[in-house]
């Protein structure tokens, strides 16, 4: 028989199997095998002992935690293996994987609830999104600041800048020429027409 991990296989457990078996083997036409096979394979199914302890024994709660989710596949793995002959070597090593699976979703289930208990997932959630939202208020500030004191340095540059204010008094300049310039014109324009208008006078009075 080869090494089982979990389950305990003790005399009487496999004499509850060989029952079964030989149930199936010589009651294999009778009208009652169905009940009796029902029968055995609950018996079967509540001496399976882990740590010293049969399902039977043990404390209920613990069962249910740990082993009545599967009950069903006990219960079908006992049943088909007494129907099918097969041997006990291979059937405890059924059993013991079922066991096994158990044992490592009741591991797995610890885990979880440590984690739980160690850092609440609604805590972390809370802490995180309130993190972000002093982070969002923080960069906007400091932006808008940024923004602030560039704006201001800029006036203060263009207002101490030799360079602009230069332009701005040569631009004053030029425009005020422009209007001498014009007016100097305009000045030139009546200048000529009234000395046409005197050498046409002269001329007139001259052929006359």
């Known amino acids: 028989m080869s090494k089982l991990e979990f389950l305990e296989a003790n005399r009487n457990f496999k004499s509850y199997y060989k029952t079964?078996?030989?149930?199936?083997?010589?009651?294999?036409?009778?009208?009652?095998?169905?009940?009796?096979?029902?029968?055995?394979?609950?018996?079967?199914f509540e001496f399976i002992r882990i740590n010293g302890v049969t399902f039977r024994?043990?404390?209920?709660?613990?069962?249910?935690?740990?082993?009545?989710i599967f009950q069903e596949d006990f219960l079908n793995v006992i049943l088909n293996s007494g129907e099918n002959n097969v041997d006990f070597n291979r059937f405890a090593a059924l059993l013991d994987e079922i066991i096994g699976i158990a044992n490592l979703r009741q591991d797995a289930l610890g885990k979880i609830q440590r984690t739980k208990q160690e850092s609440p997932l609604g805590e972390d959630d809370e802490e995180s999104s309130d993190e972000?939202?002093?982070?969002?208020?923080?960069?906007?500030?400091?932006?808008t600041e940024i923004l602030s004191t560039s704006v201001v340095d800029t006036n203060e540059e263009n207002n101490n800048d030799p360079a602009v204010n230069t332009n701005d008094v040569s631009n004053e300049i030029e425009s005020s020429d422009g209007f001498a310039t014009i007016e100097n014109d305009e000045e030139s324009k009546e200048e000529s027409i009234e000395s046409s208008s005197d050498s046409n006078k002269f001329r007139y009075r001259r052929f006359r």
């Open 20 to 44: 079964l078996r030989d149930l199936n083997n010589f009651l294999s036409s009778s009208p009652e095998l169905q009940a009796a096979n029902q029968a055995i394979t609950q018996l079967i």
């Open 57 to 68: 024994q043990m404390d209920s709660s613990q069962f249910e935690r740990e082993y009545q």
């Open 132 to 143: 972000a939202i002093d982070i969002n208020v923080e960069t906007q500030t400091e932006i």
